[in-house]
């Protein structure tokens, strides 16, 4: 699928159809994440996922609060 860069305002866009939308399961608004392949030659864009942003949340917050004490177990 060939998608073409669109200026909208002072910066570029591109519009995704409405079958990639579809997929993505998202609409206006919604968050996306671009994420480089493994083999660093590429990208995937990804639809956020509320469930493991607040579990990611969670354990940031945990690793802060123990920081000290997870170093001194990965000793």
Not at 1 to 7: A, P, V
Not at 15 to 28: H, S
Not at 43 to 62: G, K
């Amino acid at each position: 699928m060939e998608l073409k860069l669109r200026k909208i305002g002072n910066s570029l866009g591109v519009i995704l159809p409405a079958e990639v939308l579809k997929v993505l399961q998202v609409r206006e608004g919604s968050s996306l994440t671009l994420i480089p392949n493994e083999r660093g030659e590429g990208f995937q864009l990804v639809a956020e996922d509320a469930e493991f942003e607040a579990q990611m949340r969670a354990a940031r917050s945990l690793l802060s609060r123990y920081s000290s004490t997870l170093r001194e177990l990965a000793k």
